[in-house]
């Protein structure tokens, strides 16, 4: 039975990929057999950071039927690597047929004790597929507004679809600790105001020069620079992952794990709140009277909305200060993901607001 994580980001540009290199690598070294999946379908970077060029990827399995013993990245530093495929649209939207294939030929995967899918950013089917079927999820932030937004709105579609799981939040390219406390546990007000998951810490990541240095060498920066303080953020990690109680979570076996990828992938999933759930009176008490729509960001999930003139006039106001400004952020991550059809003029307003305040912190 492995422990198989999805590893994923409301955006891009946080630090997933190396989070998921560095992470596979410290849990073989402490002995478990660990193997990374490189599931960005169309645009993966795994192989580019560690500067490995495999010959086999993902697309030959699912395009020429490829046993994946074949492509597999073997014993690289301790761990397997099963590499992902750069810039094929088919990658990216595969056939039911060719995914069918894929699945199956992919519970060939066992033998591990963890399996890390390291996914593409943002909302898509794969993403979400991925991590409802998953055991485990880690989040992946940063203090940037941006992600922190896009974050929420990930969450809140796994919500939509019934995610039961807890998630582990790691917060990645902070100045210091205290920033990365404030960042977690305004995050977390959020969630549990608004949506009916779970979230605890994994761990922080400190900014650390030492991290490009390393993708400049195309190195892990886990063996390049052990003693750094991106290196003990990844250690810390690993630890809690280590230590964590198993009725936490279910182990699943490969196989059962790629069957429900499959399913939830073909599947219908929902990716806005239905109109139904828009008119259950009293809702509108639940964003304090400042939004009458409540839906999915369109550009994020496919959802066009009806104009909401409350929230355009509230996105007017003038902008408050201080410590008002950061007690906001939950009820913005709220407004944001529910969107509106001209939403410009709201996102310009609310990450202005949250930018102020990033730039006030320690």
């Not at 999930?301 to 007690?327: C, T, Y």
């Amino acid at each position: 039975m492995a422990r198989i994580i999805t590893v994923t980001s409301g955006k891009g540009g946080v630090g997933k990929t190396n989070l998921s290199v560095n992470l596979a690598l410290y849990l073989a070294e402490q002995g478990s057999r660990t193997c990374l999946f490189d599931a960005d379908m169309g645009l993966a970077n795994t192989d580019i950071i560690l500067g490995i060029y495999p010959d086999l990827t993902l697309e030959d399995v699912m395009l020429e039927k490829i046993p994946v013993r074949d492509i597999l990245v073997k014993d690289y530093m301790g761990i397997d690597i099963v590499p992902g495929s750069s810039g094929l649209e088919r990658m990216a939207n595969p056939r039911p047929e060719e995914l069918d294939y894929l699945t199956k030929a992919l519970s060939e995967l066992e033998g591990y004790d963890f399996l890390l899918i390291d996914t593409s950013a943002g909302i898509s089917r794969n993403v979400v597929s991925f991590c409802m079927a998953s055991s485990e999820i880690i989040m992946v932030v940063t203090p940037e507004p941006t992600s922190l937004t896009d974050a929420y709105s990930l969450l809140k579609i796994l919500a939509l679809n019934g995610l039961k799981g807890s998630v582990m939040v790691a917060v990645n390219q902070c100045r210091n600790l205290e920033v990365s406390s404030l960042v977690y546990s305004k995050f977390k007000a959020a969630v549990e105001k608004y949506l009916p998951v779970k979230i605890s810490p994994l761990g922080t990541i400190l900014m650390d020069d030492h991290v490009q240095e390393a993708v400049k060498k195309q190195k892990p920066f886990i063996s390049l620079f052990p003693d750094s303080n991106a290196a003990k953020g990844i250690k810390n990690m690993g630890r809690h992952l280590l230590k964590r109680d198993k009725s936490e979570f279910n182990d699943f076996s490969v196989n059962s794990f790629w069957t429900r990828f499959l399913k939830l992938f073909m599947d219908p999933l929902q990716l806005g709140i239905p109109r139904k759930a828009k008119e259950e009176p009293g809702r509108e008490n639940v964003i304090a009277a400042r939004t009458n729509e409540s839906v999915a960001k369109p550009e994020r999930a496919g959802v066009i909305s009806r104009p909401a003139d409350q929230a355009l006039k509230a996105a007017e106001k003038p902008k408050r200060s201080g410590e008002s400004e950061v007690n906001d952020i939950p009820l913005i991550l709220e407004r944001l993901t529910q969107g509106i059809s001209n939403i410009s003029t709201e996102l310009s307003a609310i990450r202005e607001i949250l930018e102020n305040n990033y730039r006030a912190m320690p």
